[in-house]
């Protein structure tokens, strides 16, 4: 094979390994690398790579060794510094080296003779040592093994491992910036459906799963409960105590409603002090006995700090197919009834059967203004 056409399959490999890196292909990007890298350079017969993970330097891929074997030795950071010798970008170990640096240098523990047994380094005759930094930072080593002589690696070797090297460092910086983005979306997409305080779906994610549960609801002839609950005694603790204290009883009653509830529930910070509760194949009266547990679980004395403070809950429960089939009314008239049970201190509110009873005792109520029938009690 002439010069040209030794360069252009080299390229053509080079190629083969950056497209499956930038593409995502690979199931196993760091054993394409590897078996990537042996065929460019010359000289190579077996080889490893390992890849900087917090603190410590693991195996990750391997050829001619038992991966599994390898993945029980790690290495420090300052360790592989040593390896790789910070002050060159590409490194050729002769056999009498890599002994020297296993027996002298750094390793003075068990790996040594663990190495020697599953890594076979008393048999290798020369070591191609490519380190992959990222913003100067040691990120990724190959080192690519040869056993039959230490002139293995030549000119041409060490000129392939310092292109393979610049390759591996553009597209594994290019890897890194878009994890970074991508994590930074999820973490606006996470931000977006669910309550900064209590880390509970906020009411856009509530409303959007809900109509899906409604849909399959109807399709599976299965009830389907929203329960309105808004704190009861919550505003005097804002008020005397401050929001801080406010926030910390929100986390805190939040809490109590993901231990209460079914663990199939969605429970939601629907704004300020309200929780809306999205309860599947459960009926009024299963919802009823449900916001029964959450109410008792809520006026449980809380201790924050220094304080002791007691307050309560009312719920308000609609129930699809009985109170209707459409969500907004479904939240409606669960939120009716919230103020209904508000007003008349009994708490819970799931049917319509003792409204006039309802109305009546709130309009002789002295704790209770005159105002619009049913209004939204948020406005």
Not at 44 to 52: D, I, K, T
Not at 163 to 191: D, H, P, T, W
Not at 333 to 339: I, M
Request: contains cysteine.
């Amino acid at each position: 094979m002439s010069p040209f056409e030794t360069c252009l399959e080299i390229l053509k490999h080079i190629f083969e390994i950056a497209s499956k890196l930038l593409s995502g292909q690979s199931e196993n990007v760091y054993q394409d690398v590897l078996e990537g890298a042996m065929k460019i350079v010359p000289g190579a017969q077996a080889g490893s790579v390992l890849v900087r993970e917090n603190d410590r330097f693991v195996y990750v891929a391997a050829v001619g060794y038992e991966l599994e074997e390898l993945r029980k030795a790690t290495f420090s950071v300052e360790e592989e510094e040593e390896w790789v010798r910070r002050d060159k970008s590409h490194l050729i170990f002769m056999g009498e080296d890599i002994m020297r640096y296993y027996d002298d240098a750094v390793l003075k523990d068990e790996r040594v003779d663990f190495l020697g047994k599953v890594g076979g380094i008393k048999k290798i005759k020369a070591t191609l040592v490519i380190p992959v930094r990222i913003k100067d930072e040691l990120m990724l080593v190959l080192n690519l093994d040869n056993f039959e002589g230490n002139d293995a690696f030549d000119e041409n070797s060490i000129i392939m491992a310092k292109v393979l090297a610049n390759v591996l460092g553009i597209i594994f910086s290019r890897l890194e910036l878009e994890n970074q983005l991508r994590e930074k979306n999820q973490l606006l997409e996470y931000m977006s459906y669910h309550d900064t305080l209590t880390n509970l779906p906020n009411r856009r994610l509530l409303e959007e799963f809900a109509e899906k549960m409604l849909t399959l609801a109807k399709r599976e002839n299965k009830p389907l409960s929203i329960l309105f609950m808004d704190l009861d005694g919550f505003k005097p603790i804002n008020d005397v105590y401050g929001h801080q204290m406010g926030d910390e009883v929100l986390k805190l009653v939040a809490k109590r409603l993901e231990k209460f509830a079914r663990s199939s529930d969605t429970i939601s910070r629907y704004g300020g002090d309200e929780f809306v509760i999205l309860a599947y194949d459960c009926s009024k009266q299963d919802a009823t006995a449900l916001a029964e547990r959450l109410v008792k679980a809520i006026e449980e004395p809380m201790k924050i700090d220094q304080l002791t403070l007691q307050l309560s809950a009312s719920v308000g429960i609609a129930t699809f197919p009985e109170d209707g089939g459409e969500l907004t009314k479904l939240i409606r008239l669960a939120d009716e009834r919230l103020y209904m049970a508000k007003g008349s201190g009994l708490k819970i509110f799931a049917t319509e059967i003792s409204r006039c009873h309802v109305e009546a005792k709130i309009s002789q109520s002295s704790t209770v203004q005159a105002r619009a029938p049913w209004p939204d009690h948020r406005r």
